[in-house]
């Protein structure tokens, strides 16, 4: 018990008799364990095997002694892939057509952005708060392949694992959250809009009962399940020109995900004396949310689709498009892998 609790942080919960101990119950790293003082065993026991997270791999190899009776092995949630099923006809969420919000976790209303969510295999969502002030969240993490987070309007004050202390996103910023980092949302504006994807559509997430953030410890660099922590400030980055009238402005995901998944904004710069057509290239799957402004998306054949602020769409798998519009307009792009 002793070791458990000195050495690898669990706490102790229950003791019993005062007098002479004989059960314990402790826990700690999602795990509960029964600890039982037996009398005349003659065989010997095996080993339990603790499956605790990397995170503990350091101080584990830094001890001196591990009693015999306890084998350690390192080893993280199972994280889903980043496979998204194949979209035939391209998929529309208006804001304006019935949009229905819901209320999920810490009181958060949410609105789903693809609708059937490709058979689970991604979910997008605009995420509102609409009174300001503290949040009724808690430490947590999420098993997921990927997931990031756009602010979309207002602000809000948040602090994640290893990355120093609490920070405010304002509209326009953007954080990778990598498999598994713990955080929490402390406080929002009042009418604070964020849009978050992540796949897959049902993940789990955990809530961490012993961790405390911010950390003592600052690793900016440290590496989460192949990924790294973004943090994507708007006003700190440039514009890069693509052609005439369309520049757009990189977040970093691509690179901290190694290439596999990416996010940006683009400027569309168009008058109705001369639009400005983009022409993309295919890839697997391409989100769409448009920030402000319209444009007409069009693809093979005589498909057109228009849209304006705060409308999203999935693009159709491996085929090109382009995008025209005779205003200035701002979009969000994800894609999977990165485009």
């Not at 065993?41 to 591990?66: D, G």
């Not at 961790?211 to 440290?222: A, F, G, K």
């Not at 052609?243 to 168009?270: C, M, P, Q």
Request: charged share 20%.
């Amino acid at each position: 018990m002793r070791f458990l609790v000195d050495q690898l942080g669990f706490r102790l919960d229950m003791i019993m008799p005062a007098d002479a101990p004989r059960i314990a119950l402790v826990s700690g790293h999602g795990i509960h364990l029964r600890l039982e003082q037996s009398a005349g065993q003659s065989t010997p026991l095996s080993p339990i095997t603790l499956r605790l997270p990397h995170a503990l791999k350091p101080r584990c190899e830094s001890m001196a002694e591990i009693p015999d009776a306890i084998a350690i092995a390192f080893e993280d949630p199972p994280l889903s892939g980043l496979s998204v099923t194949p979209v035939d006809q391209p998929i529309v969420c208006r804001l304006d057509e019935g949009s229905s919000w819901g209320v999920g976790r810490a009181g958060m209303q949410y609105r789903d952005l693809i609708p059937g969510r490709l058979d689970g295999s991604i979910i997008a969502s605009h995420i509102r708060i609409l009174d300001g002030g503290p949040v009724d969240d808690y430490v947590h993490y999420h098993t997921v392949g990927v997931q990031l987070i756009y602010c979309r309007r207002g602000w809000v004050r948040v602090v994640y694992e290893d990355q120093g202390e609490p920070f405010v996103m304002q509209a326009g910023d953007c954080v990778l959250q990598p498999p598994t980092i713990r955080h929490r949302v402390l406080e929002s504006s009042a009418g604070l809009e964020v849009i978050e994807l992540g796949t897959p559509a049902e993940h789990e997430t955990w809530r961490d009962h012993d961790l405390t953030l911010p950390t003592s410890s600052l690793n900016p660099l440290r590496v989460f399940n192949g990924q790294r922590f973004v943090r994507h400030v708007a006003a700190d980055v440039e514009w890069v020109p693509i052609a005439e009238g369309i520049t757009y402005r990189d977040t970093g995901i691509s690179v901290a995900t190694e290439r596999a998944a990416g996010a940006r904004v683009l400027k569309l710069a168009g008058t109705p004396e001369k639009p400005i057509n983009h022409a993309s290239q295919t890839a697997a799957f391409r989100f769409f949310f448009v920030l402000h402004g319209e444009v007409e998306w069009a693809g093979y054949g005589d498909d057109s689709i228009s849209l304006g602020t705060d409308d999203a769409w999935v693009l159709p798998c491996h085929r090109s498009y382009s995008l025209r519009t005779t205003t200035t307009t701002e979009l969000l792009e994800i894609s999977l892998p990165a485009a």
